[in-house]
């Protein structure tokens, strides 16, 4: 590929500088390497980068032997939304449960335990929390990723979060400016728009940025969607007016802007990922994340490229690049600061707490376990059951590869316990359900059913032929529940089933 100017060039430096891209494999290849050194100030990780905190640690030095101050990101909610455990599942509970408890001082010491883990590994931005407010139960890519629908515990849990993990020297990224839960489409793969009038969006949406802004976000993640109250034509990601009239100008906010990934479709599909970026600098965007898709060298002097060709043109002026790039590297130094601040420090370690923090190590599981909800009058779990998983294809956000459930661990407890999953294609759904049970007691296991009718319709007939049988919801719980047991967990991280599995047997790991 054909360079438009020298490597060493500013424009060019300052253009590498706003890119926050990600990269396949489990070691740093040399391109990434090689445009670090040239001034890329920011890499994206993902669960294909992640086998051990051993070799993320390996990762991340070696990426900081090439530039000491190199932001490492990472989309780690915790919840649902795990990289840092991709293979197993989150030792953390995800925001829905963390906001059906309610107590901001647990959110806090969820986040900062969390925050001290990925900076133990080098990790110093994390794309979180989720400051969307699931208005729309509906909504494909939030759910459970919220901290709820209500607006004032949405942002009261948003600060207390941000405050937890800046604590352990981590960026926050708060997200979804301005608001992506009354959307229902995933804006993966489409344009959504969310066609409410001004008053609710302050009254709504916009609360939690605003509690964020006040907490200190060190960083703001924009949303791929069309709020024409705000901005008729262009996407929240790509206006100047919602990006610098309502973040910078009304909310006040100085921290720096991050992009949702430009390769998602509301992007690439209607301006190209090149036309995207462009825009969005220019809108008011500093940083641009790509990688959870496009993950190669030739992406990164794409944009790189359009990027310098823009300042070249006119389209986006030297100082507003500039000064992108100049936040991404306030924001690196920050990181530094802080985190030279914390070793210093020295907290003494107490017995059963993290490191320097005074938070119990087993804050995550402490967490889910106050998060699971039992009703019901039917007895609880004494012998070996069935555990009948209703799976249904995953959000990209969230992806496919983690595990979720419960069975592993009811195994775990009672030996015997056998598991099968099913899904909306398998015929006589119900009849190999009761085949595979035999005697045994069945546990349905549901991720959402409300969005999912085809699971509201095997329970009906489930429950009418086994009456005896628990049902699990790990998603969005349903107002009525049903089964002789009902176990509302609020999220499907691993220690969520486990909190499960330990409430319908009684038994604690």
């Not at 806090?108 to 989720?130: F, K």
């Not at 959870?292 to 002026?317: F, W």
């Not at 799976?391 to 056998?418: C, K, Y």
């Amino acid at each position: 590929m054909t360079t438009l100017v020298s490597t060493t060039d500013t424009v060019t430096r300052d253009a590498l500088a706003v890119l926050q891209p990600g990269f396949t494999g489990t070691t740093a290849p040399d391109w990434l390497l090689r445009r670090v050194g040239e001034g890329l100030a920011s890499v994206g990780l993902f669960g294909r980068n992640i086998t051990s905190p051993e070799q993320l640690t390996a990762l991340t030095a070696r990426l900081r032997a090439e530039r000491d101050d190199v932001l490492v990101a990472i989309d780690e909610e915790g919840g649902d939304v795990t990289r840092l455990e991709v293979t197993h599942g989150s030792s953390f509970p995800g925001n829905f449960a963390l906001g059906s408890v309610d107590d901001v001082h647990l959110t806090r010491a969820v986040a900062q335990e969390l925050g001290r883990r990925l900076a133990e590994c080098g990790v110093n931005l994390n794309w979180a929390p989720s400051a969307d407010v699931n208005s729309n139960p509906g909504n494909p890519v939030i759910g459970v990723r919220s901290f709820g629908a209500d607006t004032r515990l949405a942002a009261r849990h948003t600060a207390a979060y941000i405050e937890g993990l800046q604590a352990a020297g981590v960026a926050a990224c708060t997200k979804h400016f301005p608001g992506h839960g009354d959307t229902a489409v995933d804006s993966h793969l489409a344009m959504p728009r969310i066609d409410v009038d001004l008053d609710t969006l302050h009254a709504r949406e916009l609360v939690p940025f605003r509690a964020a802004i006040a907490a200190g976000s060190k960083s703001v993640m924009s949303a791929h969607i069309l709020l024409p109250a705000l901005d008729p034509d262009r996407p929240a990601t790509l206006s100047p007016q919602i990006l610098t009239g309502l973040l910078r100008q009304e909310l006040g906010y100085d921290g720096l802007i991050v992009t949702d990934a430009v390769e998602m479709d509301a992007i690439a599909g209607a301006y190209g990922i090149e036309r995207g970026s462009v825009l969005a600098l220019a809108a008011g965007a500093d940083a641009i994340c790509v990688g959870g898709g496009l993950a190669d060298e030739e992406t990164v002097l794409r944009l790189r490229d359009a990027l310098v060709a823009a300042v070249r043109g006119g389209e986006l002026t030297e100082e507003r690049l500039a000064d992108a790039a100049a936040r991404v590297r306030a924001l690196a130094s920050w990181t530094q600061r802080v985190r030279g601040d914390i070793r210093e420090s020295g907290a003494a370690v107490q017995e059963g707490t993290a490191p320097g923090t005074g938070v119990s190590s087993d804050i995550g599981l402490i967490a889910a376990r106050r998060a699971v909800r039992v009703t019901g009058s039917g007895d609880r779990l004494t012998e070996a059951a069935y555990v009948a998983s209703f799976g249904a294809e995953a959000n990209i956000a969230v992806g496919d590869e983690t595990p979720w459930g419960i069975a592993a661990e009811l195994e775990r407890i009672l030996p015997g316990t056998g598991t099968d999953t099913y899904t909306a294609g398998t015929t006589a759904v119900v009849d190999a359900i009761l085949a595979a049970a035999g005697e045994r007691r069945i546990v349905a296991v549901v991720r959402d059913e409300h969005r999912h009718p085809w699971m509201g319709a095997a329970l009906d007939t489930l429950l009418a032929a086994r009456p005896e049988t628990v049902v699990v919801e790990m998603g969005l719980p349903q107002s009525d529940p049903r089964g002789a047991l009902y176990v509302a967990t609020h999220g499907a991280a691993r220690v969520c089933g486990q909190a499960a599995a330990e409430a319908l047997t009684g038994t604690k790991s």
